[in-house]
């Protein structure tokens, strides 16, 4: 029977983390044993006390916030020294249908050299991007991913099929470029391979980064329609964020300057001159932090 470690980061979110776990709760499905991990990433004492009183799951607590891949790392050492032989790393403000992982494991005995699966994720309703554009009986089938396309001419990576209403247009089994670290069930070998999630990058590009490394260590990246999750995107960290400005900045240079053609090195070289003296203040900084080699949390307030 194979054994399946759900890991969940919450740093201050205890109303979506709880209803993350209402939901995991009801997943369905023979032949798989399922544990959930739940690391505290540094909340407050409020998020602490109340995810203590819960049951029937392993509470990691780090004392600070480690970011999106130090809360996701913990969970994974945990895990595998458990025995996991699959590892789902799962934002805590998502919902999980019933039979998502269950298709999952169909999937990874149909592709045996396939390391990393991704589902088909929605928004959830009243999460969409363009809210306006949407009947009522459209939320709820409004693509957030179907697989990603890496775009190697900017260095950017981009979910596939985002905003579209599902249709049945996205119903296809097949091999992507990334997956996103929303949803991502990976194969303990691929950990035991390839390493963890970078913390240099704390935030942000560290799904690319990590699909990347796996690809490049033989891996191949599988999106599968069947399995379906809800996401409650958030807002607060939109284009031209603060936050965003500085991790995006910092990231996408140190994924760039590894894994792009040289051509896009050279543009990304130009881009980051041009920041650092016209970007904006945390453009600016993050990067200068690339260049002062300042990783992790870095910079960030």
């Not at 998502?100 to 390391?115: D, Q, R, T, V, W």
């Not at 596939?160 to 089994?173: A, L, P, S, W």
């Not at 980051?272 to 900084?285: A, M, N, P, V």
Request: glycine letters at 10%.
């Amino acid at each position: 029977m194979k054994k399946i470690s759900i890991v969940i980061v919450n740093f201050n979110g205890l109303p979506d983390t709880l209803e993350c776990l209402e939901s995991v709760s009801q997943v369905s499905g023979s032949g798989f044993q399922k544990s959930v991990v739940i690391v505290d990433n540094g909340s407050n004492k409020k998020d602490a006390k109340e995810l203590k009183k819960i049951k029937g799951v392993k509470l990691l607590e780090s004392e600070v916030n480690t970011g999106f891949t130090g809360g996701n790392n913990l969970g994974i050492k945990h895990s595998l020294n458990e025995g996991a032989d699959f590892i789902l790393l799962l934002n805590n403000d998502t919902i999980v249908d019933r039979e998502f992982i269950e298709k999952l494991i169909e999937a990874s005995g149909k592709y045996s050299n396939a390391g990393i699966f991704t589902p088909k994720i929605y928004f959830a309703p009243g999460f969409e991007f363009h809210k306006e554009r949407y009947s009522k009986q459209e939320k709820g089938r409004v693509i957030w991913s179907a697989g990603g396309v890496i775009d190697w001419d900017n260095v950017y990576g981009q979910n596939y099929g985002v905003d579209d209403t599902d249709i049945g247009q996205y119903e296809k089994n097949q091999e992507t470029d990334f997956a996103t670290g929303a949803a991502m069930f990976v194969r303990r070998e691929v950990f035991d391979e390839v390493g963890l999630l970078d913390e240099k990058l704390f935030l942000y590009l560290e799904d690319l980064e990590f699909s990347q490394r796996a690809k490049t260590g033989g891996w191949k990246i599988m999106f599968i329609p069947d399995a379906k999750v809800w996401h409650k995107v958030s807002q607060s960290s939109a284009i031209g964020g603060e936050l965003n400005d500085y991790f995006i900045t910092r990231n996408r240079l140190l994924f760039g300057m590894r894994y792009a053609p040289m051509r896009s090195k050279i543009a990304l070289f130009k881009e980051s001159i041009r920041l650092l003296k016209h970007g904006r203040k945390w453009q600016r900084i993050g990067a200068l932090d690339f260049y002062k080699g300042k990783f992790g949390q870095g910079s960030w307030k």
